[in-house]
Nanobody, 114 residues
Framework: QLQLVESGGGLVQPGGSLRLSCTAS????????MGWYRQAPGNEREMVAQ???????KYLDSVKGRFTISRDNAKNTAYLQMNSLKPDDTAVYYC????????WGQGTQVTVSS
């Protein structure tokens, strides 16, 4: 079982950058596929980026070239580097760990506004 805690959200101007972190407590972090999801008001939750235990990645089309997902298994942490942020990126961002079972963090707010 894992517990996930996200951090790094906040208010940023369009074109700015943020780095989200998702730190896991528990055993076997390196086995899990880690994903970042987001949910804006009135919208369904959508997958933004995903990284497998082998390091393979997948991205939502609208964030390709702007966002980068990574992981540091020694620190039990997954990251989402977000550059060239747009107002449409405004949402609550959640991390998810999956390996059979799924575990979610509590979410962190990202607001892109001038």
């Amino acid at each position: 079982q894992l517990q996930l805690v996200e951090s790094g959200g906040g208010l940023v101007q369009p074109g700015g950058s943020l780095r989200l972190s998702c730190t896991a407590s528990g055993i076997g972090f390196y086995l899990y596929t880690m994903g970042w999801y987001r949910q804006a008001p009135g919208n369904e939750r959508e997958m933004v980026a995903q990284i497998g235990h082998g390091g393979n990645t997948k991205y939502l089309d609208s964030v390709k070239g702007r966002f980068t997902i990574s992981r540091d298994n020694a620190k039990n942490t997954a990251y989402l580097q977000m550059n060239s942020l747009k107002p449409d990126d405004t949402a609550v961002y959640y991390c998810k760990a999956s390996w059979g079972d799924e575990y979610w963090g509590q979410g962190t707010q990202v607001t892109v506004s001038s």
